[in-house]
């Protein structure tokens, strides 16, 4: 079952034409994934009015009008207009990091790779027992109540070769599991962004320019080599498995 995040290539909003979807896609179907595997992922969700209406209009198969929200909100938060200007045409081509301050509101601890890893506050109690676990991966974000997050959002801008720990423990013994990462594909000709995720005890690849757009492709088959990693996606699976903070 691969659920709805059946979201392809570009796309018709209004008279604006959606043009280098990839990395917006490959996010959007990853989160969706996410919220419809994990209840406290769709709960951490619900509690942004944005996110949630994202949310609702991928269950009801309304991909463009998801697409055009998530970037109506991108340009409210940024207090300019970048994507809905009068053209016709929007380019989306960008980076994750493009996408990540809409989860702000529900970010309630952050680990900036540069800066943090030269002066971390040994005194918070978040960096120390949960964030500093993901800090070698790259920029974190806890997203979810300060004391329980339910998602961890690493910006790993190819900041390390090959794939990362499929689970990470922190120390007050939660375990957070892999749902998703966000890979690029590098050639000579092209950047392209695709969605590697967790589904149905078993790993799928997503391409938004593919047909069908999911290929089942287990981990030990894929070729490392052949992405660089973008963004981690860990949830927090402890209460799943009865563990509690």
Request: glycine letters at 6%; one cysteine or more; a negative charge.
């Given at each position: 079952?691969?659920?709805?995040?059946?979201?392809?290539?570009?796309?018709?909003?209004?008279?604006?034409?959606?043009?280098?979807?990839?990395?917006?896609?490959?996010?959007?179907?990853?989160?969706?994934?996410?919220?419809?595997?994990?209840?406290?992922?769709?709960?951490?969700?619900?509690?942004?009015?944005?996110?949630?209406?994202?949310?609702?209009?991928?269950?009801?198969?309304?991909?463009?009008?998801?697409?055009?929200?998530?970037?109506i909100n991108l340009d409210l938060r940024a207090g300019r207009k970048k994507h809905f200007t009068e053209c016709d045409y929007i380019d989306i081509r960008?980076?994750?990091?493009?996408?990540?301050?809409?989860?702000?509101?529900?970010?309630?601890?952050?680990?900036?790779?540069?800066?943090?890893?030269?002066?971390?506050?040994?005194?918070?109690?978040?960096?120390?027992?949960?964030?500093?676990?993901?800090?070698?991966?790259?920029?974190?974000?806890?997203l979810g109540p300060r004391g329980n997050p339910q998602l961890i959002l690493v910006d790993v801008d190819a900041r390390i070769n090959g794939f990362p720990?499929?689970?990470?423990?922190?120390?007050?013994?939660?375990?957070?599991?892999?749902?998703?990462?966000?890979?690029?594909?590098?050639?000579?000709?092209?950047?392209?962004?695709?969605?590697?995720?967790?589904?149905?005890?078993?790993?799928?690849?997503?391409?938004?320019?593919?047909?069908?757009?999911?290929?089942?492709?287990?981990?030990?088959?894929?070729?490392?080599?052949?992405?660089?990693?973008?963004?981690?996606?860990?949830?927090?699976?402890?209460t799943k498995n009865g563990k509690q903070d």
């Amino acid at each position: 079952m691969l659920l709805k995040s059946l979201l392809s290539f570009g796309g018709q909003y209004c008279t604006h034409t959606f043009r280098n979807t990839c990395v917006l896609d490959s996010l959007l179907a990853g989160c969706h994934i996410a919220a419809n595997v994990h209840p406290n992922i769709r709960e951490l969700f619900m509690q942004d009015s944005t996110i949630n209406a994202v949310m609702i209009l991928l269950d009801s198969g309304k991909y463009v009008e998801a697409k055009a929200l998530w970037l109506i909100n991108l340009d409210l938060r940024a207090g300019r207009k970048k994507h809905f200007t009068e053209c016709d045409y929007i380019d989306i081509r960008g980076y994750v990091k493009d996408h990540l301050p809409n989860f702000l509101d529900l970010t309630y601890a952050k680990y900036d790779y540069e800066r943090d890893r030269r002066s971390p506050n040994p005194e918070d109690q978040v960096y120390c027992m949960t964030v500093s676990k993901f800090e070698a991966l790259g920029e974190v974000r806890a997203l979810g109540p300060r004391g329980n997050p339910q998602l961890i959002l690493v910006d790993v801008d190819a900041r390390i070769n090959g794939f990362p720990a499929l689970i990470i423990t922190d120390d007050y013994g939660r375990e957070f599991k892999l749902q998703f990462l966000l890979l690029g594909m590098i050639t000579a000709d092209s950047n392209h962004m695709v969605l590697y995720t967790s589904l149905n005890e078993g790993w799928w690849l997503y391409d938004d320019m593919k047909n069908p757009l999911f290929r089942a492709i287990e981990m030990e088959d894929i070729q490392p080599q052949d992405y660089v990693v973008y963004l981690a996606a860990y949830v927090n699976v402890s209460t799943k498995n009865g563990k509690q903070d």
